[in-house]
């Protein structure tokens, strides 16, 4: 099949997008009448579609579960969202929490605050609480009232401490119903709800007498009972649900009876409108995706056949779902298809992974391997070996917090510079950094071109934030970026059709040789971890060693020439002529930066921003040309150090003063994005260093 591989025609994958369902006239005029209702509210309370709602448990609890029944409802509602998971690197027992953003229009980040906290343990109700906003609302269960907040083994003991001193202040109880009060004081709506009951209530309907294997469903329990205040139409709840649980018609049945029983039991508890309402609004074909499915599917359009990984976070989770399919269609043109698949091959270590998808890579098929910081740094020596030996290897590196196993499950950008030196000498490399799903999902495909055109290990550079937060995006188009395989050898020529030896290294002005793979007849050639003559035989020679480092950094030049400006950065402006600050960035804080810049502009602050997605080669001419002239240059990362900032002085000469970090291993937000940023404008004449603390 890996030969095949090599000499096939490649196409793209079709990527099948499940179509909202459409509204039927009763449904419509409903939704209409409602729509029409939380207009006339809103004039008098707050807003429509335009929500942040979370949930929260212990881990294995169904979290992730509940908060993609959440999301997907609102999908097949048309409304965009944007979800933002924190979890544990435990498998069971701390807490995690799920924020998801709901909005009219697109969204590209979370924020601050929350509007609607389901919870349905104590942890989440007592960690979470103080951020919900007043007039937002807290459901819970009531049987947790007289919980002592120092009794819940699973809060660190600063946590408790913190909480049980700002009750204190306020002359509450530490408790859950000084939480409560708390809240209550705040304006916060409180809405009990005894799951307890809804259970049994289910049990009895569905013939089941034990409770206890109904207890899971408590999760759903919460999301119904959301969408009851929020006035959405339950209907999308009971299409998510069996999405959720598509292949389990029980599961589907006894959560779909719970959910219609905590919905009404939610309904009876409003006396009045709540503040905050969803309304479908007109449907449009929309992918909810997560970071590492966004790349899988990118990998399977752009023709990646082999990809090897050792578990672990957040990058597992892309060979997992690559595994889940590892069979789809691929499209062959005028309405037909054929059948192609993956092979996904877990290995004892990442030694073995590097080194398996180079052997796959050298036979032609498209190889990659996927991994994150501690993984990579086992890949080191291999990662040389395939630079020495020229090879079209794909890398895909999920950053974490560092270093040693730092924090496995928690956001951080502190590999670039790593990433850009890692492995003993020089050799080029190309490096491009994804900034939201779009990006990762097309970029994906566009690091197997760089490989092949330009013979050079790429690495595909993400972070946890964007590897496990999801959005709503529009259907990517599989056909948008072309196949590219440079100069790949095919057909039944014979070694190099004069009767001289195949040079698989030959000495080429713009550094790329003519490549075979392995065992076409006729190309017989030399791999070795040594420096090399032409053919691949070991030489020390100094003048062949000039030669041919000369001949492998010359590719870098000629990348740099041949990739598109539009693949090397992207450059936003707001509609206000004269900029007032320009802000450098790369990766997932592009999102938040873009939700942000519309704040700004409210506000009558003009700004720039420059996200660099491609830092090798580095586009150092553009990255001179936009910064030279900026009124007020203001670097952003996720970082301690500002190690972008670092870079761009090292290639520009330039020296980004102002710097807004964040390294406490959560995301940054809009809302700190926003209120920074006025911050270093509010005194541009100081050299500011702004370190943001946001998240829990």
């Known amino acids: 099949m890996l030969a095949q591989t090599a000499t096939m025609k490649w196409t793209a994958v079709s990527v099948r997008v499940p179509t909202a369902p459409r509204m039927n006239d009763v449904t419509a005029q409903s939704a209409t009448t409602r729509l029409r209702e939380a207009k006339t509210v809103s004039r008098a309370i707050v807003k429509v579609n335009d929500l942040s709602w979370m949930t929260g448990g212990p881990q294995g609890s169904g979290v992730d579960s509940s908060a993609n029944i959440f999301a997907g409802a609102c999908v097949l509602g048309g409304l965009w969202t944007f979800g933002l998971r924190e979890y544990y690197s435990s498998i069971k027992g701390p807490h995690s929490y799920f924020e998801v953003r709901v909005n009219g229009d697109k969204i590209r980040s979370h924020v601050n605050n929350v509007d609607v906290l389901a919870t349905f343990d104590a942890e989440t109700l007592i960690r979470h609480a103080d951020e919900v906003t007043s007039g937002g609302g807290i459901l819970y269960d009531p049987t947790f009232a007289n919980i002592e907040i120092d009794r819940v083994d699973t809060i660190e003991t600063p946590v408790v401490l913190r909480i049980k001193a700002r009750l204190a202040k306020q002359g509450l109880p530490g408790t859950v119903t000084g939480i409560l009060d708390e809240a209550r004081k705040r304006g916060v709506n409180l809405f009990p709800i005894q799951y307890n009951d809804i259970i049994a209530k289910t049990a009895a309907q569905i013939g089941e007498h034990q409770l206890s294997k109904l207890s899971r469903i408590v999760n759903v329990l919460s999301v119904s009972a959301s969408f009851a205040i929020l006035g959405f139409d339950e209907t999308y709840l009971n299409q998510s649900i069996e999405r959720a649980f598509a292949s389990k018609k029980k599961v589907v049945d006894m959560n779909e009876i719970g959910a219609k029983l905590a919905y009404d039991a939610a309904k009876t508890q409003l006396k009045q409108p709540f503040p905050f309402q969803l309304q479908p609004i007109q ?107 020229e090879v079209p290897l794909v890398i895909t590196h999920y950053q974490r917090g560092g270093p040693a196993t730092g924090q496995p499950t928690r956001h951080e950008q502190g590999d670039l510079k790593f990433i850009l030196s890692a492995a003993h000498g020089e050799f080029p490399r190309i490096v491009l950094c994804s900034g939201d799903m779009e990006e990762s999902f097309y970029d994906a495909i566009r690091i197997f071109n760089y490989a092949e055109r330009f013979q050079m290990p790429s690495i595909h550079l993400i972070d946890k934030g964007l590897a496990n937060n999801s959005m709503t995006i529009s259907p990517p188009k599989a056909d948008l970026v072309p196949i590219q395989r440079g100069k790949l050898i095919q057909g039944d020529h014979q070694g190099n059709g004069n009767g001289e030896p195949y040079r698989r290294f030959a000495f080429t002005e713009d550094g790329v040789s003519p490549r075979a793979v392995l065992g076409m007849p006729g190309y017989r050639f030399w791999n070795t971890g040594d420096e090399h003559d032409e053919m691949g035989h070991i030489e020390e020679d100094p003048d062949n060693r000039v030669k041919m480092m000369t001949k492998r950094m010359t590719k870098l030049e000629t990348s740099a020439k041949e ?80 190690q972008m900032a670092a870079v761009i002085a090292e290639k520009t000469m330039i020296d980004v003063k102002n710097k807004i970090v964040k390294f406490n291993g959560r995301p940054m937000s809009q809302d700190e994005i926003y209120q920074s940023v006025k911050q270093v404008i509010s005194n541009p004449a100081q050299n500011r260093r702004v370190v943001l603390t946001h998240g829990a």
């Not at 970071?291 to 990984?309: D, I, S």
């Not at 890579?361 to 990662?383: D, I, K, N, Q, W």
């Not at 007032?580 to 592009?590: L, P, R």
């Open 563 to 642: 990739i598109p400006e539009d693949e090397k950065f992207n450059f936003f402006r707001s509609s206000k002529k004269q900029a007032d600050v320009t802000i450098v960035s790369w990766g997932s804080t592009k999102g938040p930066i873009l939700d942000a810049m519309k704040l700004l502009e409210r506000d009558g602050i003009g700004v720039e921003f420059l996200q660099i997605r491609l830092v090798s080669p580095f586009p150092t001419e553009t990255v001179k040309q936009k910064l030279a002239g900026a009124k007020l240059v203001v670097g952003i990362e996720q970082n301690y150090s500002g």
């Open 283 to 389: 449907n449009q074909p929309r992918l909810l995706l997560m970071g590492v499915e966004a790349v899988a599917l990118g990998k399977l359009v752009g023709g990646c056949r082999v990809q090897t990984y050792y578990p672990i976070t957040p990058a597992a989770d892309e060979s997992e779902f690559l595994e889940s399919h590892g069979n789809f269609d691929i499209s062959a043109g005028n309405n037909l298809s054929q059948k192609g698949s993956i092979l996904v091959t877990q290995t004892e270590d990442e030694i073995a992974a590097i080194t398996m998808a180079t052997g796959a890579a050298l036979t032609g098929a498209r190889a990659a391997t996927s991994t994150s910081g501690p993984g990579f740094s086992l890949m080191v020596e291999g990662l040389g070996w395939a630079g020495m030996n």
